[in-house]
């Protein structure tokens, strides 16, 4: 069981509150796995980041890598929750997101979220045959 959440929005000044928004959610997708976190973020200049670690949600959006976003103009950011069933924390490999070509990817069951410079997408299939499928 999996969190997944994000937020779109106006990227620069409103910075603050869209980063308290995300650690409060964050925090409240703990509920969901404290394992491992990861975020893809895609700024106004179309640049796509990313991080991903071990450990709950919190700690990484609360921590330095995330907060020094607000200098990047960020408008869009998905964020994950893990809770490992399948696959060590510790083997950052295992975390979310996972990249395939141009995209970031996180999932939860059959839901997956995929984010690029070109756009954002929602569907209805795993993340591993999705992944599969944008490699070849």
């Excluded at 179309?46 to 607000?70: C, H, I, K, S």
Aim: glycine content about 10%.
């Amino acid at each position: 069981m999996c969190g997944v959440f994000g937020y779109i929005g106006p990227a620069g000044r409103d910075w603050r509150v869209a980063h308290r928004l995300l650690v409060e959610l964050a925090a409240a997708h703990e509920v969901r796995g404290k394992d491992a976190a990861g975020f893809a973020a895609l700024t106004s200049r179309g640049e796509v980041l990313w991080r991903r670690q071990p450990g709950p949600a919190r700690a990484l959006f609360e921590g330095p890598e995330f907060t020094a976003l607000r200098r990047r103009q960020i408008a869009m950011v998905i964020g994950h929750a893990r809770h490992a069933t399948a696959g060590a924390p510790a083997v950052n490999g295992n975390n979310h997101p996972h990249r395939a070509a141009d995209w970031l990817v996180v999932h939860y069951a059959e839901s997956t979220f995929m984010l690029s410079h070109r756009a954002i997408l929602a569907c209805e299939v795993s993340a591993g045959r999705i992944a599969r499928f944008m490699s070849t």
